[in-house]
């Protein structure tokens, strides 16, 4: 059941109607059964896995609770970090560490194989687990005593499975002190879902017909022009589909009385790689931020082990992307160009200068390039068309010509709401001004959205 | 959850969105400037080339007589009109490939607003009886060729007229959303505006003349004979395999079944076209096609009460004798299992106009 999907719409409805008719003291337990049954719809068998995660950390927590200071308060931590790590590991990265395994034995790739399918969403519910018990060991969180609540903090269907990754004590804040939705807040939860949906249907999954057929036999597609628009239309691909799910996520949690952080501001709008990791997928950016560069130093200790541990976030950062070499370089490459700017001084800036727009070319261009890894099936065919991308004859681009305009007035859109904010203002607009946006973006949806089969989005798969 | 909030008011919000959303969607798709640049070729476009076709011809003083149907209605109107000075007749068409009764009960809407042009209106049919394999009613390919047909009024009849719910769906889209039915077009036409553009131009210059001048399959089935004990059919050897094995399917294979959910889709949309006429001058006259190049030796008995039958012996249509076109059930007539070739369509146009002609002439009213 896919957010842009009409399964997903009437389901929501229904939860929405039980959990606004139904009394408050219900609301927690029709939140925590729509969400089982929401992920249930993927795989029946692998809500389990939730629970037991859920049950473990719940009793970390509460086990911690018990033990202020001492060994087995830390236990209590290893344990659930054990737990989620291991569950993460052997779901995700069995196959990679025994191919490699084998490759290392000489013996064939799939030697030690298992048959195992990758649970939906488990890179980001552990991640969310993980952060609650390592808060709670530091004493910045307090502990859940009730595992309904825990239960809904892990699985609540909005962020279930592509996040944004939610800190327990936004969630509980929210949880604890809930107050029905305003008016503005459902217009403004109503707009992000709509908008949401347009990013999805109208934009990512018409590049993703270009970036599919590019990156599936790129040597069908000869020339730079090629390879470029073919990159470039998964850098759209990859953005507009994540941060439409995410704007959908957040607007249907805000319709709920739940808020949940920015998780993208315009990134491709950024100066430098060090601002893009600020703008693209922040909720990830400062988990990896809080949870992994800062305990293994920061930039606390000199500039060579800034460099290490900007390296190791953004290594470990994509390997927590997939299971594949191709995602160890993408982080590297990435933790490489954060550690080049630092070198070179290169800091964020509020004000704009007129040599910007060729900074923000030149990091749309660094970021393409990685999104060539993060796409290309092998090893292999990244290295065979990053090399397409700067050498060969010219051939010629992949997009129709409407495509290329459009992609323009979405820019032009982008830089008048980084300079003016208007999106953000719109619930606020005159009635007629509202309604003329929303009216725009479903025509838009009606005439450019993909109706073919449903397109997953990306980070599904992770 | 507070749904108006002092200058905020959700529904009046939502929908007025609702509201200038239907009306973005009605000025770019309602008021035909869309529809005069859909691809010519495809299903909606192609039926509007016919209907418009048929909008523009001049009626004189003859008794106007139209034709429905689908592709295997052999009517050449060139011909049938040689003949206009003796049959007192001027005859236009609408027979459109792949359409159905459901689509025939819209286009006649379409041409015949006020149900007072024609004096007769023609209704081939594959067969008397309710016979077929195929579950029309749930026929998706209605909603591709009626798209630009379909008004808000009509929501109820045809999307219920739709058994499945995944097809009521696509059907209600149809009819409320016409973007989204046009969707493929619009991005087609995005691609190559310019050819796109040239193409119409080119088709409402010339689409009357190509149509009305058309040269059908010249070869024919001379030749042909089965064997029914040991069920082979030789064939000439210029027919491709595939058209091989559709003959052999015709003729080899078991005849459709009686179907009641056939005979119900019949019932409703003919029907209700026939309801529509109600009152008017207008008389329907049905028929049986030649039924192929060679006619199996066994044909299933007919069924007296089916829907067509029922129609004639309520005196709501005119049914013509069963056989009328069976002299033209011969191998030389035809260029494939079902179609009529050339010389066929010449020898169908010329019995067909001299019938009509000679009901009209002795139908009570006729105009």
Redesign the interface.
């Known amino acids: 059941m896919l957010f842009h999907t009409?399964q997903f719409f009437a389901f929501f409805l229904v939860v929405l109607a039980l959990f606004?008719s139904l009394p408050r003291s219900a609301s927690r337990w029709i939140l925590l059964a729509a969400s089982y049954f929401f992920y249930m719809c993927w795989n029946a068998k692998f809500v389990l896995l939730i629970i037991a995660l859920t049950a473990i950390d719940y009793t970390a927590a509460m086990w911690m609770r018990r033990l202020p200071t001492g060994g087995k308060r830390k236990a209590a931590l290893a344990m659930s970090l054990a737990a989620n790590i291991g569950f993460l590991g052997f779901f995700k990265y069995y196959n990679f560490l025994a191919g490699n395994l084998a490759w290392a034995l000489a013996r064939p790739f799939d030697a030690f194989a298992l048959h195992i399918i990758l649970p939906m969403g488990i890179s980001f519910h552990t991640f969310q687990s993980m952060s609650y018990v390592i808060d709670v060991y530091r004493g910045e969180q307090e502990v859940i005593t009730d595992v309904v609540d825990y239960a809904l903090y892990i699985a609540f269907f909005p962020q279930l499975v592509a996040g944004p990754i939610v800190r327990a004590r936004h969630f509980f804040a929210d949880l604890y002190h809930w107050r029905?939705?305003?008016?503005?807040e459902?217009?403004r939860g109503?707009l992000l879902v709509v908008f949401g949906l347009l990013k999805k249907l109208a934009i990512a999954d018409q590049f993703a017909r270009i970036a599919d057929a590019f990156f599936r036999d790129p040597a069908a597609h000869p020339g730079y022009l090629a390879a470029w628009s073919g990159v470039i239309a998964f850098s759209l691909q990859i953005f507009f589909d994540f941060s439409g799910y995410t704007d959908m996520a957040i607007g249907l949690a805000q319709?709920l009385?739940f808020h949940f952080p920015e998780n993208f501001r315009r990134p491709y709008l950024a100066r430098s790689i060090t601002e893009f990791w600020r703008r693209w997928h922040i909720s990830l950016s400062t988990w990896l931020r809080d949870y992994l560069y800062i305990p293994l130093g920061g930039n606390r200790h000199g500039r060579w082990q800034t460099y290490r541990n900007l390296l190791l976030t953004m290594l470990l950062g994509g390997l927590w992307h997939g299971a594949s070499w191709n995602f160890v370089i993408w982080g590297g490459y990435h933790g490489a160009l954060l550690s080049v700017e630092r070198l070179l001084g290169i800091r964020e800036r509020k004000r704009w200068s007129f040599l910007d727009p060729l900074r923000v070319a030149l990091t749309f261009a660094l970021a393409s390039i990685s999104w060539v890894f993060f796409r290309a099936a092998t090893l292999h065919d990244s290295l065979y068309i990053l090399r397409r991308l700067f050498s060969g004859p010219h051939g010629h681009i992949l997009w129709?010509?409407?495509q290329l305009w459009f992609v323009l007035a979405v820019l032009v859109l982008a830089v008048l709401e980084e300079s003016r904010g208007w999106f953000e203002r719109l619930?606020d607009a005159p009635?007629?001004v509202?309604?003329?946006a929303?009216?725009?973006f479903?025509?838009c949806l009606?005439?450019?959205?993909f109706?073919g089969r449903a397109v997953p989005f990306v980070y599904f798969q992770f | 959850?507070?749904?108006?909030?002092?200058r905020?008011?959700?529904p009046?919000?939502?929908g007025?969105?609702?509201?200038?959303?239907f009306?973005?969607?009605a000025l770019a798709f309602r008021t035909g400037w869309y529809v005069s640049i859909l691809e010519p070729n495809s299903t909606a476009g192609f039926l509007e080339t016919y209907l418009n076709i048929e909008k523009q011809r001049p009626t004189g003083r003859y008794r106007q007589v139209l034709t429905v149907g689908d592709s295997r209605m052999g009517l050449k109107t060139r011909i049938a009109n040689v003949l206009t000075g003796s049959t007192g007749c001027s005859f236009g068409t609408i027979s459109v490939p792949g359409t159905t009764p459901r689509c025939w009960y819209y286009m006649l809407r379409d041409v015949d607003p006020d149900c007072d042009r024609y004096a007769a209106i023609l209704v081939p049919l594959d067969s008397f009886d309710d016979r077929s394999w195929e579950n029309q009613a749930d026929r998706e390919l209605d909603i591709n060729y009626l798209t630009p047909l379909l008004r808000v009024g009509d929501l109820p009849r045809f999307v219920l007229s739709y058994p499945s719910w995944p097809n009521r769906?696509h059907a209600a889209g149809a009819v409320l959303?016409k973007?989204?039915a046009y969707?493929h077009d619009?991005?087609a036409f995005?691609?190559h505006p310019r050819t796109r553009l040239e193409y119409v131009r080119l088709q409402e210059a010339h689409a009357r003349e190509w149509y009305y001048n058309a040269v059908w399959e010249r070869h024919n089935l001379a030749g042909m004979s089965v064997d029914w004990k040991t069920k082979t059919v030789a064939l000439p050897d210029w027919l491709e395999p595939g058209k091989r094995r559709e003959i052999e399917h015709e003729l080899l294979d078991d005849p459709p079944p009686d179907s009641a959910e056939f005979a119900r889709y019949r019932r409703q949309w003919l029907g209700a076209i026939l309801d529509r006429y109600r009152g008017s001058r207008t008389r329907f006259i049905f028929f049986r096609l030649p039924r192929g190049p060679v006619v199996r030796p066994d044909p299933p008995p007919p069924d007296p009460s089916s829907t067509v039958r029922e129609f004639a012996a309520a005196g709501r249509i005119i049914l013509l004798p069963a056989d009328t076109f069976d002299s033209l059930e011969r191998p030389e007539l035809f260029g494939d299992a079902l179609h009529v070739n050339e010389e066929g369509g010449y020898q169908f146009s010329m019995m067909l106009a001299g019938e009509v002609s000679r009901v009209l002439a002795s139908a009570p009213g006729a105009r």
Not at chain 1, 446 to 449: D, K, Q, S, V
Not at chain 2, 1 to 6: D, I, P, S
Not at chain 2, 16 to 21: I, K, P, T, Y
């Open positions: 009409p606004y029905a939705p305003g008016a503005r459902i217009l109503t319709i009385g129709w010509h409407w619930p009635a007629w509202y309604a003329s929303i009216a725009v479903l025509f009606e005439l450019i959205g109706t | 959850m507070a749904l108006v909030n002092g905020f008011s959700v009046a919000r939502l007025l969105a609702l509201l200038f959303f009306a973005l969607d769906a959303c973007g989204l969707q619009f991005q995005l691609e």
